[in-house]
């Protein structure tokens, strides 16, 4: 048999657990729980009814607890079997850790019946949200998203203000066959315009014709979408639809996992036609077509970062792996826990903009790539890189952080700025 990684092993121990207490027949006391809690039927409906029934099938092995990231670090700080069985029950759930969840998506990968817990925490996130009981940050972000159309800090007015000096094509003025969607943390962050301008620069080499929607581009929504915002969400992603279809762009290419996983999956429910894809999906067939060729080696060592939405959401494990093979002198060493079970970085699902107590995901994860010895961790997520260099330098770890991007740039164009 295969050696365990560290998910299996604690999802394990909160097996035996459950199997040595005193109650070993249920999870929990659920007469208790009944008998001080009231099971509303309507609730119930209405879980089975967002999820598509996702609760059914579980029969409360606790894998998914066991496995949960954030249980690595911060012991009983989330339990998403007692969520899942709260929803089977038509419990109300309001407890606070339910906004702890970064929908990492590791405890559907190791549930044996592959339940969609993640959809469970937002149908519970929704039910919240409509009763108005949402964390004030997400209230502040949410505000900020519909006045101004940016879920970070910044004007609409500054969104192109990356672009300055690299000849990109005005999509909101002139039509283009590819439209290059920024979005909000790119688009603000002076660190992640450098991957935005990488971006621009390897697409231009390859003869791409493409071009960004600048000062009209708004954000994706994918925080509302996982703040359960659901009405909001639709009436912003129609906007959002008529916008990219006045481009006449044939394809849309994103920056940021979350925004591809929102164009590809969520997108669609409400209209849009345009196909869309993650820049990795797009770069890799660009060189498999040979219309991009790298010709300066690196020389270097890198390790690979599994972005939760990249991989486990979309499925995307091989392309960044395929495109840092075909620079010259790049030699990958892979860490423990990689592809479906990739450790979070601790950004998803809203996590980003709260201020949640207690170890870093990110800690625990550029500690594992350090182990490798590589110079460099590649993450192809925006939020990734943020929270990856802002432990590389808390941990004071010899760690180079780059977007796979940023390595095609450098070695087609020489240093990355």
Same mark, same amino acid.
């Given at each position: 048999?295969?050696?365990?990684?560290?998910?299996?092993?604690?999802?394990?121990?909160?097996?035996?657990?459950?199997?040595? %207490?005193?109650?070993?027949?249920?999870?929990?006391?659920?007469?208790?729980?009944?008998?001080?809690?009231?099971?509303? =039927?309507?609730?119930?409906?209405?879980?089975?009814?967002?999820?598509?029934?996702?609760?059914?099938?579980?029969?409360? &092995?606790?894998?998914?607890?066991?496995?949960?990231?954030?249980?690595?670090?911060?012991?009983? %700080?989330?339990?998403?079997?007692?969520?899942?069985? %709260?929803?089977?029950?038509?419990? /109300?759930?309001?407890?606070?850790?339910?906004?702890?969840?970064?929908?990492?998506?590791? &405890?559907?990968?190791? &549930?044996?019946?592959? =339940?969609?817990?993640?959809?469970?925490?937002?149908?519970?996130?929704?039910?919240?949200?409509?009763?108005?009981?949402?964390?004030?940050?997400?209230?502040?972000?949410?505000? #900020?998203?519909?006045?101004?159309?940016?879920?970070?800090?910044?004007?609409? #007015?500054?969104?192109?203000?990356?672009?300055?000096g690299l000849n990109i094509r005005d999509a909101s003025k002139q039509k283009v066959q590819v439209l290059l969607y920024v979005g909000c943390a790119v688009s603000f962050d002076k660190r992640l315009q450098k991957v935005a301008a990488s971006l621009a620069k390897v697409?231009?080499?390859?003869?791409?014709?493409?071009g960004v929607l600048g000062r009209q581009e708004r954000c994706c929504g994918d925080v509302v979408y996982n703040i359960g915002e659901d009405a909001f969400l639709e009436e912003l992603a129609s906007q959002n639809i008529e916008r990219f279809n006045k481009t006449g762009?044939?394809?849309?290419?994103?920056?940021?996992?979350?925004?591809?996983?929102?164009?590809?999956? /969520?997108?669609?429910?409400?209209?849009?036609?345009?196909?869309?894809? *993650?820049?990795?999906?797009?770069?890799?067939?660009?060189?498999?077509?040979?219309?991009?060729?790298?010709?300066?080696?690196?020389? *270097?060592?890198?390790?690979?970062?599994?972005?939760?939405?990249?991989?486990?959401?979309?499925?995307?494990?091989?392309?960044?792996?395929?495109?840092?093979?075909?620079?010259?002198?790049?030699?990958? =060493?892979?860490?423990?826990?990689?592809?479906?079970?990739?450790?979070?970085?601790?950004?998803?699902?809203?996590?980003?903009?709260?201020?949640?107590?207690?170890?870093?995901? %990110?800690?625990?994860?550029?500690?594992?790539?350090?182990?490798?010895?590589?110079?460099?961790?590649?993450?192809?997520?925006?939020?990734?890189?943020?929270?990856?260099e802002d432990s590389v330098k808390t941990k004071k770890l010899g760690l180079y952080v780059r977007d796979v991007v940023e390595l095609v740039d450098q070695s087609l164009n020489g240093e990355v700025r």
């Amino acid at each position: 048999m295969g050696r365990k990684d560290e998910g299996d092993r604690r999802a394990d121990k909160e097996d035996s657990k459950r199997r040595d %207490s005193p109650d070993c027949t249920e999870a929990w006391r659920w007469e208790e729980v009944i008998n001080t809690k009231i099971v509303d =039927i309507e609730l119930m409906e209405k879980l089975a009814e967002l999820t598509s029934r996702a609760a059914d099938y579980c029969y409360q &092995c606790g894998t998914c607890t066991g496995s949960c990231p954030l249980n690595l670090l911060n012991p009983e %700080s989330i339990n998403p079997r007692r969520i899942v069985r %709260s929803a089977q029950l038509g419990l /109300v759930y309001d407890d606070g850790n339910l906004w702890h969840c970064s929908t990492c998506g590791l &405890c559907e990968a190791k &549930c044996p019946w592959s =339940i969609k817990i993640p959809d469970v925490v937002r149908a519970y996130r929704q039910i919240s949200s409509e009763k108005r009981k949402i964390p004030q940050k997400f209230e502040e972000i949410l505000w #900020m998203v519909y006045e101004d159309g940016t879920a970070f800090p910044g004007s609409s #007015m500054e969104r192109a203000a990356w672009t300055e000096g690299l000849n990109i094509r005005d999509a909101s003025k002139q039509k283009v066959q590819v439209l290059l969607y920024v979005g909000c943390a790119v688009s603000f962050d002076k660190r992640l315009q450098k991957v935005a301008a990488s971006l621009a620069k390897v697409l231009s080499t390859a003869g791409v014709d493409f071009g960004v929607l600048g000062r009209q581009e708004r954000c994706c929504g994918d925080v509302v979408y996982n703040i359960g915002e659901d009405a909001f969400l639709e009436e912003l992603a129609s906007q959002n639809i008529e916008r990219f279809n006045k481009t006449g762009a044939e394809a849309i290419i994103t920056i940021s996992p979350h925004s591809a996983h929102m164009f590809k999956k /969520v997108y669609p429910r409400y209209g849009l036609k345009i196909p869309a894809y *993650h820049y990795v999906e797009f770069l890799n067939d660009l060189i498999e077509k040979g219309k991009i060729r790298m010709s300066k080696p690196l020389d *270097h060592e890198v390790t690979v970062h599994d972005p939760c939405y990249l991989g486990r959401y979309l499925k995307l494990y091989e392309e960044p792996r395929k495109i840092l093979s075909s620079i010259p002198g790049t030699k990958i =060493i892979e860490m423990n826990d990689i592809k479906e079970n990739a450790i979070c970085c601790g950004s998803g699902g809203g996590r980003h903009f709260l201020d949640i107590h207690g170890e870093r995901l %990110s800690h625990y994860r550029v500690a594992q790539a350090a182990q490798t010895g590589a110079k460099t961790l590649v993450a192809p997520c925006p939020f990734c890189i943020q929270n990856f260099e802002d432990s590389v330098k808390t941990k004071k770890l010899g760690l180079y952080v780059r977007d796979v991007v940023e390595l095609v740039d450098q070695s087609l164009n020489g240093e990355v700025r």
